[in-house]
């Protein structure tokens, strides 16, 4: 792929990229609604999407640019020039009412938290997340709902349209992950800053330590406005103390949930599991001081309590939670995150996990949620099965032995592709990474799995015969291949063929067409496929990648689709 090319795809993801955060109804009127939209009578909201997938990085021409990385102080300077290509000044966005908010896990659910709080005074909201779960409109949200297609259509191609008459080689752009060099830094006086909980993530390009991946979330400090921190490991907080300080930051430290609700009746949340109550002390922060900076009167009244000081930090001052806060947090929703599907005898448990600290809070929520139950009625077993792929360079083995604690009977793992083929899906089309490439992760996922399942000895609860020499094993994908492995594990060549194996036509709303030819030649398949046909409940964790759960969100809830 050209570098132009390349270029381009950076300028139309800065679009939606430099509206994360919140707006007020003012803030969100202005931009890109401004402008004379052109008609583009032929186009549909498919063709849109499909042109902006091939301005993706392609595979080779990404590895090309990691070797030849630049300065990025330098990348970031360069969006400037692409907001002008677009027609923007970065004065044009001085002028939203931004909430900036940054960190390793849980920062979309505090966003989410945070947009449903506001909407709930009845402010006007723009939202914008990455990644998508099922199409990629859900990026930028007004009022809480994706944009229309018709929207997303008519504005991209005013973009494209735009940004084609101006071309010019500049150097590359990349959209990444939040911090000091993304292009969403571009965004100079945010009203308020937020940093959830840090981890250790995208290596290759915020660093190997949680001290310098802090260095690098710290980056979205702004001289005099307040941010807000959860608590934080001692080493990656002390980073951002400094940095907060290098730049003239006022940087508070989140009281808990449990001060908040002192006094008062319990927050209830829209989300479950008891690592969202540090995203939603947060987002109860960033609203408040959204609200107070703005002079609105539904702010909340102070606690009355001693200012305090942990690791050299200020706490952020307690407060009353109001009736609109409440009921913000009590109607968040944020699809694929501590989700639950039940549908007769399968409940699907689906969370985007995909760092070590967010795996282990998955963990705890799959665990009480499964010690919290029903029991069955029926006589047959209760089956759990893990559906997992991990992608980027992150550490697979190390995520897998966190699951472990689980006791699953069937491990599944397979591609983030919804179909064998997704020609005719452009939504969950993903062009940096070759098909051979996501293949291959799939079988070392599985043999990390099955050497932690000999480390842990557990007993095979299906007890299948070995296969034997020269026979078909566990993966799928071929007939025949040259290895044998543990009965507990299968790999399918994408999320559709997994799910026929695990509900095996049992969920009431999954209904494919007659299974592919071969899904049950492997043994462990044949007699895992009985048993999960006679199981009283089956409970399926799907992890390890929100787009994988996005695959299956798409699959599960065709209406999301609609």
């Known amino acids: 792929m050209s570098p132009a090319r390349n270029h381009l795809r950076a300028a139309l993801s800065l679009a939606a990229a430099s509206a994360r955060g919140v707006t007020t109804q003012v803030a969100a009127q202005r931009g890109l609604s401004a402008w004379p939209v052109p008609q583009e009578p032929s186009m549909e909201y498919q063709d849109a999407v499909r042109m902006l997938n091939t301005l993706q990085t392609n595979a080779g021409y990404l590895e090309q640019v990691k070797r030849q990385r630049g300065d990025p102080q330098t990348q970031l300077e360069a969006m400037e020039l692409y907001l002008a290509r677009s027609g923007l000044q970065v004065e044009d966005l001085d002028r939203l009412n931004i909430i900036h908010v940054t960190g390793t896990k849980g920062k979309g ?163 479950e599991g008891e690592h969202q109550r540090s995203n939603a002390a947060l987002a109860l922060q960033l609203a408040h001081c959204w609200l107070q900076r703005q002079d609105h009167h539904g702010a909340g009244e102070l606690k009355a309590s001693r200012p305090g000081i942990l690791w050299q930090l200020p706490l952020a001052p307690v407060f009353q939670p109001t009736s609109h806060m409440r009921l913000g947090l009590r109607n968040t929703e944020w699809l694929g995150r501590t989700q639950v599907l039940r549908r007769g005898p399968l409940t699907w448990y689906l969370d985007g996990a995909h760092t070590p600290s967010s795996v282990q809070a998955c963990v705890r929520w799959f665990r009480q949620a499964l010690q919290g139950r029903e029991r069955p009625s029926g006589s047959g077993p209760e089956v759990r099965v893990l559906l997992f792929n991990a992608t980027g360079d992150r550490d697979p083995a190390a995520l897998l032995k966190l699951l472990q604690p689980c006791q699953f009977d069937y491990a599944v793992f397979c591609p983030n592709l919804t179909e064998v083929s997704s020609t005719g899906n452009a939504d969950q089309q993903n062009f940096t990474v070759t098909l051979d490439q996501v293949l291959l992760r799939c079988l070392e996922h599985q043999q990390h799995w099955n050497h932690l399942d000999k480390e842990q000895a557990s007993p095979d609860l299906w007890s299948a015969p070995s296969p034997e020499p020269g026979g078909p094993t566990s993966l799928l994908l071929a007939p025949h291949p040259p290895h044998t492995c543990s009965a507990s594990s299968l790999v399918f060549s994408c999320i559709s063929h997994a799910l026929q194996w695990i509900s095996q036509g049992r969920d009431p709303v999954f209904q494919p067409p007659t299974p592919p030819k071969g899904l049950l030649t492997h043994p462990v398949a044949h007699s895992g496929a009985s048993v999960l046909h006679e199981a009283a409940a089956i409970h399926v964790l799907v992890t390890g990648s929100l787009h994988l759960v996005g695959g299956v969100l798409k699959l599960l809830e065709p209406a999301l689709s609609q």
Do not use: M
Not at 127 to 142: A, D, G, N, T
Not at 205 to 217: N, R
């Open 109 to 271: 659910s505090t966003c989410a938290f945070t947009e449903c709080i506001l909407r709930s005074y009845g402010l006007k909201t723009g939202f914008f997340s990455s990644p998508h779960l099922v199409q990629v409109r859900e990026r930028i949200r007004i009022n809480g709902q994706p944009i229309s297609p018709e929207l997303f259509t008519k504005y991209f191609w005013r973009l494209y349209h735009r940004l084609e008459e101006t071309k010019v080689d500049l150097a590359v752009v990349e959209v990444g992950i939040g911090g000091a060099y993304d292009c969403t830094n571009i965004i100079r006086k945010p009203v308020v800053c937020g940093v959830s909980s840090l981890g250790i993530d995208h290596t290759s390009l915020l660093g190997d330590t949680v001290e310098k991946i802090a260095w690098q979330k710290g980056g979205i400090f702004k001289r005099g406005v307040p941010a807000f921190t959860v608590l934080q490991p001692e080493g990656p907080l002390a980073v951002l103390r400094d940095r907060a300080q290098e730049i003239s930051c006022p940087l508070y430290l989140c009281p808990t949930l449990e001060a908040l609700e002192e006094g008062g009746p319990p927050l209830a949340l829209g989300l």
